[in-house]
């Protein structure tokens, strides 16, 4: 299954990333092997995922949201949060 995510990163701020396995992904997160960003700012919790059909439909959606303002990246958490998953 491909997910966006977003995760809230210790000093409070926001990643986006997406993946093919997210409970691998997350876990790598927190170890500190995810990506550069969160690597420095541990710990990471997972706030947000989304499922897509394809990997094409992940990386656009992740695209958008990065693009997206940091009070529009809350209101999708509240809206949705981890609810959005099957």
């Given at each position: 299954?491909?997910?966006?995510?977003?995760?809230?990163?210790?000093?409070?701020?926001?990643?986006?990333?997406?993946?093919?396995?997210?409970?691998?992904?997350?876990?790598?997160?927190?170890?500190?092997?995810?990506g550069?960003?969160?690597?420095?700012?541990?710990?990471?919790?997972?706030?947000?995922?989304?499922?897509?059909?394809?990997?094409?439909?992940?990386?656009?959606?992740?695209?958008?949201?990065?693009?997206?303002?940091?009070?529009?990246?809350l209101?999708?958490i509240?809206?949705?949060?981890?609810?959005?998953?099957?």
């Amino acid at each position: 299954m491909n997910v966006v995510y977003m995760l809230r990163c210790g000093d409070g701020t926001l990643y986006t990333g997406w993946t093919n396995d997210l409970a691998r992904r997350v876990k790598n997160h927190q170890a500190g092997k995810g990506g550069r960003y969160t690597r420095s700012h541990l710990p990471v919790e997972l706030v947000y995922a989304e499922a897509c059909a394809t990997p094409h439909e992940a990386r656009s959606r992740e695209w958008h949201i990065k693009r997206l303002s940091r009070a529009e990246k809350l209101a999708l958490i509240r809206e949705k949060g981890l609810d959005s998953l099957p």
